[in-house]
Every structure is written in structure tokens, then in C-alpha cells.
């Protein structure tokens, strides 16, 4: 058994990650002591410290004492069990008296680690970070305690720097806390020194360059500049007042050498770092507003290579505090802003972080725009004294030189970013140093595409195969005519292994094959880009699934993550990057489907160089990133999936063309569901297409209307862009107004789409009626101009509106109708081939009933209540079509169908017929566009032998007012399946879509799937590659045959056999029922773990019902097998 993941444990599992959310003992209890030899964890041997379940342990090493309040210590630990809890101990001078900094929790529900400082009683968390102390694998930690001021790195990346104000800064030993069931080996301890304080600056004399805007004196001794002129308004800015003699390299202080020249409009510094025998080469220009950083080189001839570098208190620049209108403005990531008076603001030990700092004061403001890894925490500030006077400063975080892997990131860039009153509203604040720094601000990759597309999810899940990818391309193509070709960025999640997921981290070889797998998923994000879509896949670098080729014990943790069709583990993705897989896994994505555009990466929560490093990759194969969560990837992602939160108004003022991430703002709109409503291609049930109409032109067409102009000013009430925008809200209600005229009045829209050489207008009146507009300045004299109708076939002309002699146009419209309305006449759209590269043409009735020959009686195509086509067949009538088959090749054929009322609904190919006479079962399938109705499978496998191939739909009323209706006929190469002797025999090898002969009993969770072996790790499946499983579902019928796939016949008998194991006895049973008799006809319990072969004999009476079923009461798991029914 695989580092004890085997299946049948999991259940247990899941109730161990519970323990992970204890983060402390009992304040009050005194812990136990040991002494420790210090030789031991000095040495490369180390030593284990042990703590058993409820215990708190302090291991004192003896003859040891640190300098009082002053410290770095550092070490490398080696986790026994992936819950150990542990830290160091600091000024430890009585059982009652001494620090503790450490982790308190290695993974809680989300993967996240919990760090804490304690002292008595008091206790404060003072950083979260992605789990990493996995069992058995090494991690070097290093705490420097500097008074109460706490600075910790984990793998030589810093995770935690800030003020603990409640440590004792008395002298005393050192030593380990370990409790609660913690046991970590500890070796190769040592400690260092603490960095020096900064020395004054001689500003005697500097190194000058300028621009048209303003003039920068550059230290003589130091990489930093210390004093700017802002030419139009004469105004001194003050630039670093101290500087530092060195530089933080690895975390540790290293006193330089500098030197500085000048050239070519630059200030060049030479920097020797004789204890490392380092040499850094950093340059500064000015280029009109913004002053430049770059170091050039970094020059290693030491063994110690630089991992990460810092300019300690380089403070780039620094304001007064009591100067007029003085203020701190700090954006917490992309969740809030801190607005920060300065006259308020008290001097700190410690600088604190922010995604983007501004300063300002009535004359000007300045931001830092700079290429720190640490996602969030960019920015450093800090509010110090300085002889009598207070000053507030900001300068760049730390810079990861080295990524996990050990490449070299790009080397430290920094700009420095000056306004003044950009925006014209008679004052300067940090909107105005945002103004500027969107313009520097580096768009992601994929912002431009998503600007012009309308972003959308689509969705196969536990072995359904509910959307195949071709079906989907007839979808994408429907989007296009009903939007006049706006542009698609479709996210497929479960392009692999069983679907959504399962597989995880397979992304390349392990296609969905039911849903068509690699050749046809190709022809998707080829076909796609025609039609102006853009296909993205759902991948997941956190967690992986046993059944994953990927999956093997040297990437994976002990920890569990996500639960759903499988148990999912999580990855070790430092130990996946250093040996390379990871990045052959994605290069081999990028070769098999190399039309891909982005993306999405699931529950990643990376904010470091593992992060930097995965962007890195992508944008190297030219794929953009879209994730899950809305604080990650905050330069590199161009949408998020939960962006309820995100409400910092300082990195959306500057983000607002480049990332659909953030929080429904009345003014600058965005926030949209990211649910059912987005889609309707079965992501949480999604289905109706004309409710992802209604949200095209009422939210995601206004909000990519307003990304296209650069925001200008935002106040409670109005919001300014260029370009003549102007945003509003009174009552509730949104208005957009471009040029002063009306464009957005709440849902009612008439949109000029004036981008990428297109000019036309979007119109939408959710209530219908009349209404009157002012045509575009572009289209300023113009006599008429041409409306149409948006239908799921494309644009319908249907008049030429006269326009008034003041440039207005009159639009008498249908209610909840997208119209569009050009100039003159319009390039017509692509042409559409509906079944594209499918034997089946237009098999999904998308355009009616092209392609099929009618006979009989009334057939025709209908429209549902949710915008989905079918075909309707009344009285006795057909539909068919010839295909072309290859002779001794194996195919199956399929259709969905649901009969209203009593007749024969058949589906017929050859000479091979199927059939059902009423629909009485209702459709669980989730997923799907026929979740909740009473549609099902008709299934025909066969081997063509030759002669005409014909496809026929057919229909025989039972009674007067009867119907059939059918759907997405599907006609695919594929194994036969049966075996001789059986009248259904299924040994889940070679499934088409879904669980074989079973279908959902009932709305649930949907965790049951067609399970895969993958050796050692999983023991879920009986024979061969797949089996059907089935796990924490609800109690009472879990799944039952399908009626249009298996029907017993009155007054013949018999015999169903299967192999099966289950985890716990008494839970599930095989049974026989009718519900028109309205009882359960027999019923065998499922009770054995081992795999058995049972049967059930039965003879049917006069039921035309019977089924077969699992129910369940209680918990476990049930592995299904080798199904076959035989008559007797």
C-alpha cells in the first residue's frame, strides 16, 4: 500500500485533515522540557524531536544563548509525519518565560500553513503561507528576531517580516518547540548576525540626469537617488535620507563596495561584495516622468550563489509627514486599500508590504512599479524619525534572483513613477499616480483577447462526456451568429481523464476519450479560433488524483485535498519542478494542442517564486492565466473565478483594462456570476442559452465596452474614462454616457463596438418597446442606417432607420432581442458546417433540420424554454440521414430522446433498431442540458458490414396527443462491447459516455465515475483498466438501469451477474424494483470487501418497468464490475 492511500482508507483520511486545524495548545498549559545537546542539531546527522498527540514539548539546547533580542538562526528541517507542529524558541529563561516563533499548522483545508509568534500567553499569527513541510522532505528555515521586530524565510524566500510587540528582549537560551503530535528531525542549526543599522547619506554632491519633466541627483556611494526637481511646479522631492553600506543577500546583511560612473544618460554603480565575492551592477535613467532601475549584472565567484536581493531601506523616495495634503495610500493586494494621513502616522521598527504604495501631497505623487516575485507585497514602506521629523518612505521588497528550480528570474527592475494633476480635477492624489502607473503597469498575457470576448465555462464531469468537444464547437459557433461574431474565451473543465476533476496532474496523455479525446479536442482550439473563440483549459498544480499517470510518491504529500470523485493528495511542487516534470507535463500540452490559449489553474495559492516560476513557463509557450482565486498571480492573471472579495480600488484603477477580477462595482461594473448563468454548457447545471444572451449584452458586452477606455477619475458617483466615458449611478441603477449621449441606461444598451477596425452598435431592450439614440460621432451625417435582428442562425436584416437631422435613431424592439445595427452593409460572418469533422451533420438541430429528410408527419424543430434545439416528431414520421461508415470498422450510435405522452420513439441504423415507449424516468445527468427532464440514451453499437448506412429518427404515436423529441445524435467509432451468451453484457472497458447500463437514481453530489487503475496507488477497480465506482452519495437508490438501454420482458427470466467489493459491509444492495407495482420485487446485500461474484435469478411477472438498482445506507465505497444479463 502506497504511503497509506490506498482508497478504502480514504474515508479516514478525510477525517484526520481536521486535526490540521488545531493551530495551538492550550495557553494556559505548561509545557514539558528536554535538554538538547547543541553538537546534535548543529550537524549534518541532526536530531529528531518527538511530541506525542496532546503534548507540548520545549527542547533547550544547552551551553547556547543568543545575543539579547538579536538573532538569526537557521536550520533545516525534516518533518516525520506532514502535521508535525514545531519553531524555535528564543530568550528562554524559566518554563514561563521565553519566545516562540513557528508553524502551528502545516496545511489547513485550502493547503495554507499558519506561522505564530507567541510569548505567555500571548500569541499572534504572523503569516500564512502555502503548506510545504511534507513528510519526509527537507526544508531550511530561518527566523531572525531583531527586538520585537520577526523575519522568517522558508527555502530561502521570505514569508513573514513584522512587528510582534508583545517578545521579551531578554537575554537567554535557545531551543525548539515541538507539540501536539509533532516530530521533525532538525540538523545543520547555526546562527548568524543581525543587519546593521543604515548610516547617513552625504548629500553634498550627486550624480544628476533629467528629463523634460524633472531633474534626479543620484548618490555617490550607493544605488539609490536622493533627491528629484518636478520642473513645472519647482517641487523638491526628497529621496532616500539614509542608506545602508550593503545589501541583504540570502537574507543576510553583506557590507559592499560601491562605486559610480556615468554613461550614456546613465548613473552606473558597481557594487563588491567582498565576504561573497558577488559583484552587482545596477543603472538608473530618467525617461520623461519615471526614473528606471535596472541592474544589469549579477557576477557570482563565490560558492554561494544569490538566491535572493535586497536594497535594504533604499527609500526611493520619502516624504514630511506634516507637509500639506501628505498621504500613504496602499493597496493590500487586489482585497483592500489603507488610506493613510501621514500627519497620523507613527514611526515602526518594521516596514510593512502592499501591492502598490503611493505617496502624494498637494504638488505631486509617486508610485513604484518594479518586477518583485513576492505576489501582493511588491512594495515595501516604512515611517521612520529622522533627527526630530517624521518621514514616510517607500522603496521595492526583496527580489528572488533564483526561482525554485534554481533558473534565473529576470533580473530587478524597478520604475518610479511621478504625476501631478493628470486627471484635472484641481488637485493631486493618488489617482492621478495611478493614472501613470497603469501606463508602465505590464499587461498580462491574454488581456487584450479577453477585452473583446465574452468569458464562459463549459463542463464534462464524471465519465458523462456531457458536452464532447465537438459538440461544443457547434456551441461555440451558435455564440457567434447570436452576438454578430463577438469573441469567445471558453474555459473546458474535464478535458481529461473521467472529466472535471480527475487525472489532476495529467495534462497531456490522458484525454478525455469519451468526450473525444486529443484528435478531436485539436479540432476544437483549432476550429474555435475561426469563429473568434479561444480555448483555455482547467489544470491543477496542487492536488493530484491516484488514478493520475503523474501521480507517484516522490511529488505527492501525505495531505489531503480536494474530495470529490477520488480523494485527491497534495502536490509537492517544488520537488515536481526541481526534477522537471511539471514542466515537461505543460510542454507537452503546448505540443499536443498548440492552437491552446490559456490557462486556468485551479486552488493555486503560490505566492513566491513557484508562482513567478509557472507564469514564467506559460508566458514562455504563450499561454495566458486565468485561476481560481482572486489574490494569486496579481501581474499575471487576466480573470479570476472568485472575485467577490477583490475590492482595492487602487490596483483596479490601475488594473482596469488588463484583469476581470474583481468585486461588482456600480460605476465600473465587472463582478458577474461565475456560475450556472455564465455558461450553458453545463458548468453548475448551466444550460439556458438565452439567459447567457441576456448577460452578454446587459453585464459582460457594458464591462468589455469599459475596459477598452483607460479609467481617468472615480468618485462615489461618476466614474471618468478616456475617450469621452463617463460611467454614473443614481437610484441603483448604472448610465454610461460616451460624447455626453446615453449608451447604458441599467440593461438597456446601445453600444458603440468601435474596436479592431469593426463599427457597429449593440442594442438591447430587456422590456421591449420603443427608444431613441444619438448615433456615434464617427457616424456624424449619416442619412441611414441599417438594424438587425441576432439570431442563434446569424443576423437578420430587417430595416434601414432613417436618422434625424441631430444624428438621433429610433429602435422599436422586441423584448429580451439582441440586435446590431451597422452603417452600411456589413462583411457577412463565417459560413457554419454544423457536426464538423462528425459523420453526423447538424446533430444537435442547431440549424433546424438542414441536413435530415423528412417523412411522414409532422416534424419540425423547437425551440426550449432555454434556448436549446431539437427535433419534434408528431404522428408517424422520420427523420434520416446517410453517413459514409467504413467497411468492418465498429461504431456507436446514439440520440437523446424524450417521449411526451405513449409511443414509440426509435432510433434505427441498418437493420439494427432500438426503441422506447414513454418517458417516465426523469433525466439526474448533471451537467447536462437535460438535467431535470425526462430525455434519455437510445445506444446502437455495431459493426457496419457494408450497404446503405442510413440514420433514422423515428416516431409511432401510442396516443392522439403524443410526441417524441430528440437530441445531439451522436455517431462515433468504437469498440464493440458485448459478449456472447449475454443479452447485455458491459466490463466498463470500452464505455462511450456515462456508467454503461446505469443512469443517476436522483439529484446528488455526482460522485460516481468510471474509476482507472493506476498501479501501485489504486485498488478501485476489479478487471482490467476501469471499473465503476461509486462513493459518498446519499442514502436510498444511488444509480439504476437506464429503461432506454435495458428492459426485461413480462413472463421470461433471468440472470444478473456482477463482481463487486465494497469498503463496509451493510451498506449497499443490489435490487430489483418496479415502480408502477410500487415495490421492491428482490433485493441481495453488496456486503463483501473482497471482490466476489454474486447473481440475482429472477423471473419477470407482468411488470413493463422492472429495474435494476444500487442503494446505499451508510457510508462507503462500491466497485462495480463484469455486469451481464443473460435469459433463461
Known amino acids: 500500500m502506497a504511503k497509506g492511500r490506498q482508497v478504502f482508507l480514504l474515508i479516514g483520511l478525510l477525517a484526520g485533515i481536521l486535526v490540521l486545524n488545531n493551530r495551538g495548545m492550550a495557553q494556559d498549559k505548561m509545557p514539558l522540557q528536554q535538554k538538547l545537546a547543541g553538537q546534535a542539531v548543529r550537524s549534518s546527522a541532526g536530531e529528531t524531536l518527538k511530541a506525542a498527540k496532546g503534548e507540548d514539548v520545549l527542547f533547550i539546547i544547552e551551553g547556547l544563548e543568543e545575543p539579547a533580542g538579536r ?23 524559566s518554563p514561563g518565560q521565553w519566545n516562540y516563533i513557528g508553524c502551528n499548522q502545516t496545511a489547513d483545508i485550502l493547503g495554507y500553513a499558519h506561522w505564530f509568534a507567541k510569548s505567555g500567553k500571548e500569541q499572534k499569527e504572523i503569516a500564512v503561507d502555502i503548506g510545504k513541510f511534507f513528510a519526509g522532505y527537507s526544508r531550511h528555515v530561518m527566523i531572525q528576531q531583531e527586538g520585537r521586530v520577526v523575519t522568517v524565510y522558508l527555502d530561502g524566500e521570505k514569508i ?129 516622468n519615471v526614473v528606471l532601475m535596472k541592474v544589469l549584472q549579477i557576477s557570482e565567484r563565490g560558492t554561494e550563489k544569490v538566491k535572493t536581493l535586497a536594497f535594504p531601506y533604499q527609500d526611493v523616495v520619502t516624504l514630511k509627514n506634516d507637509e500639506p495634503g501628505a498621504t500613504l495610500s496602499v493597496a493590500r493586494n487586489v482585497i483592500k486599500d489603507l488610506f493613510l494621513p501621514l500627519a497620523e502616522r507613527e514611526p515602526g521598527p518594521a516596514e510593512d508590504y502592499g501591492a502598490v504604495a503611493i505617496l502624494n501631497n498637494n504638488r505631486f505623487a509617486v508610485s513604484i512599479e518594479n518586477n ?99 459538440r461544443q464547437l457547434d456551441n461555440i459557433k451558435k455564440f457567434y451568429l447570436a452576438t454578430d461574431g463577438f469573441g469567445q474565451m471558453v474555459e473546458l473543465k474535464g478535458y481529461q481523464s473521467e472529466g472535471h476533476d480527475s487525472g489532476h496532474p495529467d495534462y497531456a496523455g490522458h484525454y478525455n476519450e469519451r468526450a473525444g479525446g486529443l484528435k478531436e479536442l485539436q479540432l476544437l482550439t483549432k476550429r474555435a479560433k475561426d469563429y473568434g473563440a479561444y480555448i483555455g483549459l482547467h489544470i491543477n498544480h496542487s492536488e493530484a488524483y491516484p488514478e493520475a499517470r503523474a501521480y507517484d510518491n516522490d511529488i505527492i504529500s501525505d495531505l489531503p485535498g480536494w474530495s470529490w470523485l477520488d480523494q485527491a493528495y497534495l502536490i509537492n511542487k517544488k520537488r515536481d519542478i526541481e526534477r522537471g516534470s511539471f514542466a515537461q507535463r505543460i510542454r507537452e500540452l503546448r505540443r499536443d494542442l498548440p492552437d491552446l490559449a490559456f490557462l486556468y489553474l485551479d486552488t493555486y495559492r503560490e505566492h513566491s517564486s513557484i508562482a513567478k516560476y509557472t507564469a514564467g513557463l506559460l508566458s514562455g509557450l504563450d499561454l495566458a492565466i486565468w485561476t481560481e482565486d482572486q489574490d494569486v498571480f ?138 431613441s439614440w444619438q448615433l456615434p460621432r464617427e457616424w456624424r451625417g449619416t442619412a441611414k442606417v441599417r438594424l438587425y435582428k441576432l439570431t442563434d442562425q446569424g443576423r437578420i436584416f430587417l430595416a434601414n432607420l432613417p436618422v434625424s437631422r441631430s444624428g438621433e435613431v429610433v429602435i422599436d424592439a422586441g423584448p429580451k432581442q439582441g440586435y446590431v445595427i451597422y452603417k452600411s452593409e456589413p462583411t457577412p460572418l463565417k459560413s457554419v458546417t454544423w457536426g464538423e469533422y462528425g459523420l453526423v451533420k447538424n446533430p444537435g438541430f442547431d440549424n433546424r433540420l438542414e441536413g435530415w429528410s423528412r417523412k411522414g408527419g409532422a416534424v419540425q424543430a423547437v425551440t426550449t424554454a432555454y434556448g436549446q434545439t431539437v427535433a419534434r416528431l408528431e404522428g408517424n414520421g422520420s427523420l434520416s440521414q446517410p453517413v459514409a ?13 424524450e417521449v411526451s405522452g405513449r409511443g414509440k420513439a426509435s432510433l434505427t441504423i441498418g437493420s439494427r433498431t432500438v426503441s422506447i415507449n414513454e418517458s417516465t424516468v426523469q433525466n439526474f445527468t448533471d451537467n447536462s442540458d437535460r438535467y431535470g427532464t425526462r430525455f434519455q440514451c437510445l445506444k446502437i453499437p455495431f459493426r457496419y458490414e457494408g450497404g446503405a448506412a442510413l440514420v433514422q429518427l423515428g416516431f409511432e404515436p401510442g396516443t392522439a396527443d403524443a410526441n417524441a423529441s430528440f437530441d445531439d445524435v451522436r455517431l462515433i467509432g468504437h469498440p464493440l462491447t458485448g459478449k456472447p451468451g449475454y443479452l447485455v453484457y458491459e466490463d466498463f472497458e470500452q464505455v462511450d459516455e456515462g456508467w454503461g447500463p ?131
Open 372 to 470: 518583485v516575485p513576492y505576489n501582493g507585497k511588491q512594495v515595501a514602506f516604512r515611517t521612520f524619525e529622522d533627527n526630530g521629523e517624521r518621514f514616510t518612505a517607500v522603496y521595492s521588497n526583496e527580489w528572488i534572483i533564483r526561482d525554485v528550480s534554481g533558473a534565473r528570474l529576470p533580473l530587478p527592475e524597478m520604475k518610479i513613477v511621478f504625476a501631478g494633476d493628470l486627471n484635472r480635477d484641481e488637485k493631486t492624489d493618488w489617482q492621478d499616480a495611478a493614472i501613470a502607473h497603469a501606463k508602465v503597469f505590464p499587461a498580462p498575457r491574454g488581456a487584450a483577447q479577453l477585452r473583446q470576448s465574452y468569458a464562459t465555462i463549459t463542463m464534462n464531469f464524471a465519465s458523462g462526456a456531457q458536452y464532447p468537444f465537438l
Open 71 to 93: 538573532l538569526m538562526a537557521e536550520f533545516d528541517v525534516v518533518p516525520e509525519n506532514s502535521g508535525s507542529k514545531f519553531g524555535l524558541i528564543t530568550g528562554y529563561n
Open 634 to 771: 496579481y501581474k499575471e492573471a487576466s480573470w479570476t473565478h472568485h472575485p467577490s472579495d477583490a475590492k482595492s480600488m487602487i490596483s483596479r484603477f490601475i488594473q482596469h483594462r488588463y484583469r476581470d477580477g474583481y468585486a461588482r462595482h456600480p460605476l465600473l461594473l465587472g463582478g458577474y456570476d461565475r456560475g450556472a448563468s455564465i455558461g450553458f454548457m453545463g458548468w453548475q447545471k448551466g444550460r439556458d442559452f438565452n439567459k447567457v444572451l441576456q448577460l452578454f449584452f446587459t453585464q459582460q458586452l457594458p464591462y468589455r465596452f469599459l475596459m477598452q477606455h483607460p479609467l481617468l477619475k472615480l468618485s462615489d458617483t461618476e466614474a471618468v474614462f478616456e475617450g469621452a466615458l463617463v460611467s454614473s449611478s443614481a437610484g441603483g441603477v448604472n448610465y454610461i454616457k460616451r460624447d455626453g449621449h446615453l449608451v447604458k441606461s441599467g440593461d438597456l444598451v446601445f453600444i458603440p463596438w468601435f474596436y479592431n477596425g469593426v463599427e457597429k452598435i449593440y442594442h438591447y431592450n430587456p422590456d421591449g418597446g420603443r427608444s
Open 160 to 288: 513573514a517580516r513584522q512587528e510582534v510587540p508583545f517578545l521579551h528582549e531578554h537575554k537567554g537560551k535557545l531551543g525548539f518547540r515541538v507539540f501536539d503530535g509533532g516530530a521533525v528531525l532538525v540538523k545543520n542549526f547555526k546562527l548568524g548576525p543581525v543587519a546593521p543599522a543604515a548610516r547617513s547619506l552625504n548629500r553634498a554632491s550627486g550624480m544628476r540626469l533629467g528629463s523634460g519633466f524633472m531633474d534626479v541627483l543620484f548618490s555617490q556611494s550607493y544605488p539609490v537617488p536622493f533627491q528629484y526637481r518636478l520642473k513645472a511646479t519647482g517641487a523638491q522631492v526628497s529621496g532616500a535620507r539614509t542608506i545602508p553600506n550593503g545589501f541583504l543577500v540570502n537574507g543576510r546583511f553583506y557590507t559592499a563596495h560601491t562605486r559610480v560612473s556615468k554613461k550614456a544618460g546613465q548613473v552606473i554603480y558597481t557594487s563588491v561584495i567582498p565576504d561573497l565575492k558577488t559583484d552587482i551592477t545596477t543603472a538608473f535613467s530618467v525617461q520623461d
Open 998 to 1128: 446505469f443512469i443517476a437514481s436522483k439529484p446528488s453530489a455526482y460522485t460516481t465515475h468510471l474509476s482507472e487503475t493506476h498501479a501501485p496507488y489504486t485498488d478501485d477497480t476489479i478487471d482490467g483498466r476501469f471499473s465503476l465506482k461509486t462513493w459518498r452519495e446519499g442514502n436510498g437508490e444511488v444509480m439504476r438501469t437506464s429503461p432506454a438501454l435495458i428492459r426485461f420482458e413480462a413472463g421470461k427470466k433471468y440472470r444478473v451477474s456482477l463482481k463487486y467489493k465494497v469498503s463496509a459491509p451493510s451498506v449497499y444492495r443490489l435490487e430489483l424494483k418496479s415502480k408502477k407495482a410500487g415495490k421492491t420485487l428482490q433485493s441481495i446485500p453488496l456486503d463483501e470487501r473482497n471482490v466476489k461474484e454474486t447473481a440475482l435469478d429472477f423471473e419477470n411477472a407482468d411488470a413493463d418497468d422492472t429495474y435494476l438498482c444500487v442503494t446505499k445506507k451508510g457510508d462507503g465505497i462500491l466497485i462495480l464490475d463484469d455486469f451481464g444479463i443473460t435469459g433463461y
Open 885 to 897: 461508415l467504413k467497411k468492418g470498422k465498429d461504431y456507436v450510435l446514439s440520440v437523446w430522446v
